[in-house]
């Protein structure tokens, strides 16, 4: 079974090539991702990193953890999974999704019954 790992306090330079160059000496990388900003495309300083062997993922753990990647001593261990709140439906239940108009009128003139507007 594969085992996903965090890895933390990256260098905002460090690559998903040279994450995947650092744990494949423990065997065999699944898949490797560098979190960025969505807008920017920079790194947010951390990623994952899936690994199919559980006990090579532990290895690399314990000898990672605190080691210095592109000059920062990065922080490794197993990957929790994020609790995700329950969402809320998108609507009100009359099958509208709101905004101006909402309340019945126009959706013109801010709801005033003005229809200059």
């Known amino acids: 079974m594969s085992k996903k790992i965090y890895v933390g306090n990256l260098n905002y330079a460090t690559t ?14 699944l898949s490797v991702v ?20 559980d006990g ?6 314990g000898e990672l ?3 210095e990647i592109d000059g920062r001593k990065v922080r490794v261990n197993e990957a929790e999974d994020k609790p995700r709140p329950a969402r809320r439906p ?3 239940g009359d099958g509208r999704r709101g905004g101006f108009g909402h309340d019945g009128d126009s959706g013109r003139g801010y709801g005033h019954g003005d229809s200059r507007y």
């Open 16 to 29: 998903e090539d040279t994450l995947r160059g650092q744990f494949a000496s423990y065997g065999e990388v």
């Open 34 to 53: 560098v979190i960025k900003d969505r807008y920017t495309q920079q790194s947010k300083g951390f990623g994952f990193v899936e690994m199919e062997d």
């Open 90 to 92: 998108r609507s009100d």
């Open 65 to 67: 953890n605190g080691r």
């Open 56 to 61: 090579a993922a532990l290895k690399a753990i």
